[in-house]
């Protein structure tokens, strides 16, 4: 059987995408879970901080801490080689996290409560859409539509405003999340 | 130099095997329509290449019921992944030899 050089080519061609489209759904299927477990805690987030107001920048503070031990012990449970152990964006994640916690700590006190509500999540959607650019389109799609949602939220003030961001910004988290368990690849 | 592989050359047959020798960590199987999605092939011609392939010993197809569904679960073979290899490096030995 004779191959010619630009038929091998193309074959290589061939296997390089598909090896791209299965390792983006391999990496669908492990943040499927991270996701949904990140819209559980929001919608907690926001419970709390509607039954104890006074203690809601603790309490924002101790779910920000549990969604990323949480993630860092999912990856951890999942990756079995070194090169799904690379945590280098969980990490850039949770800098991200930590910088918003910062600064929504900083300012709580100085700024109008809808752009607190607003602040945090757009900064974590952010993150989820830039991290998209390497990552595959679904989460550059979620990030943005994420986004949206809380601009709307934002732009449309009370007395509807803390409904309207639990349910966004948790349903996008958890139909994101079924999404890309639904269509991502387990391994 | 390593061969060609008749089998595996064929274009639908590399990409079931490229799809699979990249989600084969720890011997895992994939869902036929999971596959069928990641290469871009119809459920006939999904199914014709799966049976040459497991024919040749390179692929375990593995019939199930999950749920009261029937589901069909395909994964590399130990085989299918030293021919796969071998017909990789084949493919990049052609590229990298000069013309002459």
Redesign the interface.
């Known amino acids: ?5 630009a038929e ?2 193309s ?2 061609k ?2 390089a995408v ?2 791209q ?3 983006e ?2 990496f669908y299927a492990g943040s499927s879970t991270i996701f949904i477990m990140w819209g559980l805690l929001v919608a907690c987030g926001y419970g709390l901080a509607e039954l104890y107001p006074s203690r809601a920048m603790t309490s924002w503070l101790a779910i920000t801490l549990l969604g990323c031990l949480g993630t860092f012990l999912i990856v951890g449970a999942r990756a ?2 070194r090169e799904a152990r690379d945590l280098r964006l969980i990490w850039a994640m949770a800098a991200m996290a930590a910088f918003g916690a910062v600064w929504s700590y900083l300012l709580y006190l100085h700024v109008p409560r809808a752009l607190m509500y607003a602040f945090q999540p757009s900064l974590f959607l952010l993150g989820i859409m830039m991290a998209g650019f390497w990552l595959g389109r679904f989460f550059v799609v979620l990030g943005c539509v994420g986004l949206a949602l809380v601009a709307i939220g934002f732009l449309q003030g009370e007395p509807w405003l803390r409904l309207w961001m639990v349910v966004s910004q948790s349903g996008t988290l958890i139909l994101g999340g079924i999404w890309l368990h639904r ?1 991502g ?3 | 130099m390593s061969e060609a592989n008749e089998i595996i050359h064929q274009s639908m047959r590399l990409r079931i095997m490229a799809a699979l020798n990249a989600v084969a960590a720890k011997n895992a199987a994939i869902e036929f329509t999971r596959l069928k999605a990641l290469i871009g092939a119809t459920d006939g011609n999904l199914g014709a290449h799966l049976d040459t392939l497991e024919k040749a010993g390179f692929v375990v197809v593995e019939k199930r019921f999950e749920a009261r569904k029937p589901q069909t679960r395909i994964r590399i073979s130990a085989a299918g992944r030293r021919a796969f290899a071998n017909h990789v490096a084949y493919l990049r030995d052609i590229l990298a030899t000069p013309l002459t």
Not at chain 1, 1 to 5: C, N, R
């Open positions: 059987m004779a191959i010619d050089p091998a080519a074959s290589l061939d296997i598909v090896e489209r299965a390792h759904a391999i079995d080689t269509h690849v387990a391994r």
